[in-house]
């Protein structure tokens, strides 16, 4: 039986695909939701979002932040033009952790009191959040991962 041979990059990449899975699973979690607003949303799932959102966020950004934008931006493999992705993709970090915090607010404050919650207000924070996070993870996979395999 032949082992398949690991390259340094292989861990990398994984994590990443992982984290991207586990962020784009909570943005289609998100979208059901914000799509059974009002009368039909389910609290329970509502509430477990809520708790969830920002500790996936920060997990995978703690992730690229720590090992994946380092590894990218070593000097001998250093591509001038990454230098300043990786800067904006920091940004949207900080962005997105705390929008993330501010939506889980939201929707746990919607579950306790449905009756006086802002629902065009968390709808529209709804849409926002997973549509750029989305277009976060879609940028990545696009431009950063490929990066990643070509150094395998």
Not at 2 to 22: D, F, I, M
Not at 73 to 81: H, K
Request: with cysteine; net charge negative.
């Amino acid at each position: 039986m032949s082992e398949r041979l690991e390259t340094p990059v292989q861990p990398l990449l994984e994590e990443a695909l992982s984290h991207n899975a586990a962020q784009l699973e909570l943005c289609m979690r998100l979208e059901m939701l914000a799509d059974h607003l009002p009368e039909n949303f389910n609290r329970q799932e509502c509430l477990s979002i809520s708790w969830q959102l920002y500790p996936t966020l920060r997990s995978a950004h703690k992730f690229e932040e720590g090992k994946l934008f380092p590894f990218l931006l070593l000097p001998c493999q250093t591509d001038s033009s990454i230098v300043q992705s990786i800067e904006r993709l920091r940004h949207e970090h900080w962005e997105d952790e705390s929008s993330a915090e501010d939506l889980g607010l939201n929707l746990r404050e919607m579950v306790k009191n449905p009756v006086t919650a802002n629902i065009d207000k968390i709808s529209y924070m709804l849409r926002g959040f997973f549509e750029g996070l989305r277009r976060h993870i879609a940028f990545e996979t696009e431009h950063l991962l490929p990066m990643l395999e070509g150094k395998q």
